[in-house]
């Protein structure tokens, strides 16, 4: 007979994998859609110090191979491709990918969010060395530094504040001669002594071999440009939620953030969503691991209230 799983998860940062830890420790058969470029945004984040149980930090792409790794132990299966459609018309439910059509009774959509770049050849090769999308995750390894924070929005703000914690000055480039920033979070950057505005500029290339050592800025109006040093570039102009697939399938609010109806189920019963997938606000590694877990615990008991058994003994 066909395999059909407890639970298929699409995607395999920390809310996926902790989704399929919970799950597949629970003797729930599962599997896990990683996509082609696996483990989320932490594969591209060079230390993580504030994940709970790592006293001295962890490389992000070392925290994922464990992650990974639980997943497996406790028996999930692990596929490295992207789901490309998802058919609710009928149950199980069937994704599939470029090789293969899979069944499931459930869904946990896990695919996060992706942060917007601004699009320049350095600025991917210095993430992790200096540049980067998430004050909280970074901010403390700019301690004295200066450091340059790009946007005009409540998170720009947000980000510029943060980061005068830990960096000797902050200086918030916006492209545009004024903030689309709320007026309180804009008096929060401007009255802080540490933080310098320079606007209609834009950043038109980040500078440095094996770290960030400064920024070219242009002036949009006049075309001028002039050298900023800096040790770090955070980028702050917004983060795009991975729903592409799932659009006219499953509610979502008007930034495409899936919006749950029912705990961490969406408007279609058995079908789940977890993590930065549904999370404007935190973006967090642990936050979205808890979300994992919820989204598991909630599949388990959706399914248990269906009377579908799904143990790993027994393939339906």
Known sequence: MAKVYGTIIIGSGPSGYTAAIYAARSNMSVLVLQGYQTGGQLMQTSEVENYPGFEDGVMGPEMMEK???????????????DAIKIDTSAKPFTVTTDSAKYQGHTIIIATGASAQWLGLPNEQRLQGR??????????????????????????????????????????????????????IMQDRARNNPKVSIVLESEVADVLGEEEVTGVRLRNVRTGEESTLDAHGLFIAIG???????FKGLVQMDAQGYIDPVEYTMTNIPGIFAAGDVTDHRYRQAVTAAADGCRAAIDVE????NQGIHVGIENWE
């Not at 990974?68 to 491709?81: D, I, M, N, S």
């Open 67 to 81: 992650f990974e790794k639980q997943a497996q132990r406790f028996g999930a299966e692990l596929v490295p491709e």
């Open 130 to 183: 200096g540049v980067s999308a998430c004050a909280t995750c970074d901010g403390f390894f700019f301690r004295g530094k200066d450091v340059v924070v790009v946007g005009g929005g409540d998170t720009a703000m947000e980000e510029a504040t943060f980061l005068t914690r830990y960096a000797n000055h902050v200086t918030l480039v916006h492209r545009r001669d004024s903030f689309r920033a709320s007026k």
């Open 239 to 245: 983060h795009k939620p991975n729903t592409e697939i």
């Open 301 to 304: 008991r959706w399914l248990e």
